[in-house]
């Protein structure tokens, strides 16, 4: 049943004013409703899930970081090595280079991880020398310490050993003689033009081909000082056919 009430409100000859009373609250709004399980196990299935996709996504990110760690390590360790081959090998450790899928990282002690792998650098004559190498890493500060390489004579000299060029149809002279015309189109006052036969070095070349190497010096005009270049041909062996040639001064 709906009733008025008529709130006081202050003041004489002020108009009354009605309101209408909430109803009164019924039983069922008081009562909680059923639970349903299979609801609540679907639920409950969902919540675990997500919680496991969000532990997944966090060690995820956990091996990301650590393989950055260890990639870093990894590179700098490998700097070391170069800097200590060209401090020890000078002017014969030239263009060093690291085999990366050749690193091999192992635990050796609670605060230091070994790194070992492979490489190899040219030296001034052209001889590729490989190599193997080993440091050890601080994980706590990243420090690398025990830098050691070894070089691996006998696995260049087996590679040399590898490479038997036919040298019927190759003439250095040929060769020489395309260096000094190369020379004389760089130097169009050229004086004299002197090649060291005693320099030749033949390596091998892209499809097959050889490169023959020298030096020598020019004089770029009569008067002027002589100054060291060196040269490069590019050789075909079938038929002797110089493919390209180079200099430098």
């Known amino acids: 049943m709906n009733r008025e009430v008529s709130p006081c409100v202050g003041g004489s000859g002020q108009p009354a004013f009605t309101f209408q009373a909430l109803p009164p609250a019924l ?31 966090l060690a995820g990110s956990g091996n990301v970081l650590a393989q950055a760690d260890a990639g870093k390590a990894a590179d700098d ?15 014969e450790a030239q263009d060093v280079q690291f085999a990366k899928t050749r690193r091999t990282l192992a635990p050796s002690s609670d605060d230091e991880t ?16 490989p190599f193997t190498y080993g440091c050890a890493l601080n994980t706590k500060t990243g420090a690398t310490s025990g830098v050691v390489f070894r ?6 000299a087996a590679e040399e050993k ?18 000094a015309a190369n020379l004389k189109q760089k130097n169009p006052r050229v004086g ?20 023959l ?11 002027m000082n002589s100054v ?20 430098s001064q």
């Open 213 to 223: 190497e020298g030096r020598g010096a020019v004089e770029r005009a009569p008067g």
């Open 192 to 211: 004299r033009i002197v090649l060291d036969s005693e320099s030749r070095q033949l390596k091998p070349g892209p499809d097959d081909r050889i490169l």
């Open 162 to 179: 590898a490479w038997q060029p036919n040298l019927t149809n190759v003439s250095p002279d040929a060769c020489e003689g395309a260096a």
């Open 151 to 156: 070089e691996l004579a006998s696995a260049a």
């Open 77 to 91: 360790c490998e700097a070391s090595v170069a800097e200590a081959i060209k401090r020890m090998r000078g002017r």
């Open 27 to 57: 039983k069922a709004d008081t009562i909680d409703s059923p639970r349903n399980p299979t609801r609540d196990r679907i639920g409950m299935k969902f919540r675990i899930h997500l919680l496991g996709l969000m532990l997944c996504g």
């Open 114 to 129: 070994s790194l070992k792998g492979e490489g190899r650098y040219r030296g001034a004559s052209g001889r590729v020398m």
């Open 228 to 247: 060291p270049f060196t040269y490069q041909c590019e050789v075909e062996p079938r038929n002797g056919r110089i493919v390209s040639i180079q200099t």
